[in-house]
């Protein structure tokens, strides 16, 4: 054989190995890829195994995986967060809700309860009503601390009549808020309740944390000269009788 002829055989010899070599490496890595997929998305190895719950009381908590923990067992990419996060969502004393994947084997859900500021009862009924103006947990027992407003006629409060309660007491402190007694909401939106031995009359929800910062700054006035009722309706402007 000439040495060109040699040289082109050599040639063509290398380029049919370095074509084998590439064939081999593509089947390889495709093998490599089908085994990811099949360990990832199909085999039991990546299942979900646990239902983490952060953020809520051990009341709320337990009633979220009860409705969460229904993808225990499914592999965890193909664990469908947002359905979880649509059913916890649903659940009274949820305010907000997050769902995500834990790798290798579980799922997170963070939640932000309600917070209860305010009590309402009707016919014999009592719901907690959330710093937004929500009711919820229909039936459940008062925290102790609560304002309690009795409700008559079968009508339910609507929405912006407890969102201005709720603003109202929102705006006091917790010791204060703990206080209050005969919480009253008129038709024309004025609040009015008492706290202790003092009638407020709050006006209606606007300017509420003025108007308890007006309160607080009154607080000696009121111990010192016997106050038994005071005037926040116009924020910076109390009146003491």
Do not use: C, N
């Amino acid at each position: 054989m000439s040495a060109p002829h040699a040289r082109f055989a050599a040639r063509a010899a290398s380029l049919r190995d370095e074509t084998r070599r590439r064939r081999l490496l593509l089947a390889g890595v495709a093998v490599l890829v089908v085994a990811l997929v099949w360990l990832v998305v199909f085999s039991p190895v990546l299942t979900v195994r646990t239902v983490q719950v952060t953020g809520a009381p051990a009341a709320l908590t337990d009633r979220v995986r009860a409705v969460a923990d229904d993808v225990v067992g499914t592999p965890v990419v193909r664990a469908d967060t947002s359905a979880v996060q649509r059913r916890v969502a649903k659940i009274d004393g949820v305010r907000a809700v997050r769902v995500d994947r834990s790798f290798p084997r579980g799922l997170r859900v963070t939640v932000t309860p309600r917070t209860a500021v305010l009590v309402i009862e009707q016919a014999g009924t009592r719901r907690l009503v959330d710093t937004e103006g929500v009711a919820y947990a229909r039936g459940a027992k008062a925290p102790r601390g609560l304002p309690v407003v009795k409700v008559a006629g079968q009508e339910p409060p609507g929405r912006p009549e407890l969102s201005s309660l709720a603003t109202v007491l929102s705006a006091l402190p917790a010791q204060e808020r703990a206080r209050v007694s005969g919480l009253q909401l008129s038709s024309a939106g004025q609040v009015s309740f008492r706290l202790g031995d003092l009638a407020v009359s709050w006006g209606d929800a606007t300017g509420s944390s003025a108007k308890a910062r007006d309160l607080a700054a009154l607080r000696p006035t009121i111990e010192d000269d016997g106050a038994t009722a005071i005037d926040l309706s116009a924020p910076g402007r109390p009146v003491l009788s």
